[in-house]
């Protein structure tokens, strides 16, 4: 008897467990313009305020293209000018994707493997085109007119490996970080909001505390020089993954609000 | 159309028999489906199908394989007959009732009738 | 066996110290249209979130098409679960939506969803955020009908519909329901309007079902008995009574479960009979017993 009422109700369809999470993934991606129009329009804003601001920069300080210049725009956070409004992506995949999907007939478990997935796919393809455009930048000679948007921070020093896979690491912490708060939210509600936040204020102000009791600034900064720029984003490899797992977890037992 | 109060399936059976009555569905013609009376009196299809199988349970309507309900041959003449009795029941009784309550005889009430006829065909 | 969709068994869910199902059981036959009637707040959305694996239940057993519905893929996929409240992401139209449908109901029916759109005059690239209350519940409502899951849930799913809209979800529902019989749970306060829909009612008041019966059971078979005091507890002694009511030395008892024979035993008692709708039926069982005890002493004082 229960084999006919699996029949029955398993011929309704019958989907396996891949397509159901690549389904998940295309739910995000219905709507193109926030994973991909939105960020890139942003992209394209802050690429054109750079010019400018180069040119003023040139104007008055006696030229670009000099060392000096060119390190001068290193300090520039154009190029991350996205991220904000990707944390608030990756917030809204959960506060608005996870009620969706659920009337939708999704498990937790398929919707956030496939919001995963969307993730490490979104930022490998990230961390491809901006891997690309510093080194384009680069061969370009800042796009023949001297102006750097994409060698700034940390990109562009070591080559275009270092390149992709730090870009990767951060685009995934930014997307994971904001999943994982709506994730505690979703699971927890404004107690669990309040225990996270007070647990990172005291944790960020506890570790500075000993740090500078200790007076170990010095061996810090030491050791951060000698992980290199690879080797720190490797390390941030485990926050991410931290909050993805961690997310996970929570989400199992989360219920979405009314 | 439906009325609180009362049993649907007995609603939509009684107006299906009002129409072999009145003619409006002949003898050996199709009824329309159980779906198209659920739709069209906007009640649930198996509450329709309970009126129309009562119908078939009494003999008014019998099935034809793969093609639908149709009215049964003398259909017109045993539902008149039943609801003679019924009017015979709900009417007759209750008036005779209420005529001896107030001291009025069966004959009186058959006067009364007779006037009540005469005036309404002529007015 | 194979005819049960849901079957529910001591079902309890509390938040803190509040139960909101409170020990529930019954079960659901396949390819009927359920009613789930009750007051605000008496557990219907806490039910129908737990038959739908949204929420988890404190104890007691739930089976939909035989197995949890939790984390259930198998038996999540036969299910849509259309709520009053439900997100949407912002940036959304309700072209998204749709196009989302066909990959996660497997009977999506894309003509039948235009007709919908057509029917309920929905601008289908407006952004969400911007739809009326109205507009809004008739995405969930096309997104119900036309998913043509094997378990459909409606919770109140006509918030802000006006008088035509909401005739015509119930056409629409009645007609496609009619070509392809699935399992409808209908959500709704507003009983009179879909009581010759139901096939079977759940009332639920409080966590707990108060009535799980055949609709046309429930339909004329409770009549309103009224006449002299006397005359009338006479005839009810006995009976089912759901409701009491009196001025004078008039008494008026609604009762349940009368046959043909009884209501013309009634009539030649000179009892006066009356037919009761599902609306008022239930309106009477769902008030809470204070309130029955107040009409009765208001009789009583009356009769004083």
Redesign the interface.
Known sequence: ??D???G???S????S?PA?IW?VL??HL??R??YIGIPWLIVGIAFVITVFIAQIIGFTAGGLGTPDAIEGQRYSWAVLSPQWYLIVVGV?AI???F??A?????????FYLGTALLFVLISAANALAFAVLTQLEQVTEGWFIDTYMFNALWLGIDGFWVDLFSFFVMQLLVFFIGASIATIYMRWRMPGMLVFWSSLALAIVGTVTIITFTSSWPPVAVWFGAQGIAGIFAWLLVPAALAGFGGFLAL??A???? | MIEAGKPIFVQIAEQIENDIIDGVIEEETPVPSTNEFAVFHRINPATAGKGVNRLVEDGILYKRRGIGMFVATGARQRLLGARTEKFRGNFVGPLLNEAAKLGITPEQVAKMIGESERRSSTS | ??DTAVRVTGLTKKFGAFTAIDDVSFTVERNKIYGLLGRNGAGK?TLM?LL?????ATSGTLEV??ASPV?????????????E?????????PE?VF???P?????WDAAFAARLVDDFRLPLNRPIKKLSRGQLSAVGVIIGLASR??LTFFDEPYLGLDAVARQIFYDRLLEDYAEHPRTIILSTHLIDEVSNLLEHVLVIDEGRILMDQDAEQLRGTASTVVGKKTDVDAFVAGRDIISRDGIGGLASVTVAGLGETERTAARAAGLELSPVSLQQLIVQRTTSTTSESMTTTDAWSARS
């Open positions: 008897m229960t006919l009422l699996t029955t109700a398993a309704v369809h019958p989907r467990a159901r389904n295309r739910l219905v709507d313009r926030t809204q506060s608005f994707g009620p969706l659920l009337g939708f007939g999704v498990t937790r478990r398929d199992r037992r219920t979405p609000k009314n | 066996m194979t959305t979130q739908t694996g949204q929420q988890f098409f035989g984390e259930n893929a198998r038996v999540l996929q036969s299910l849509c679960f259309i709520k409240s439900q997100k949407y992401p912002d940036s959304f139209r998204h196009a989302n449908a990959w996660f109901f497997a009977h899951a094997p």
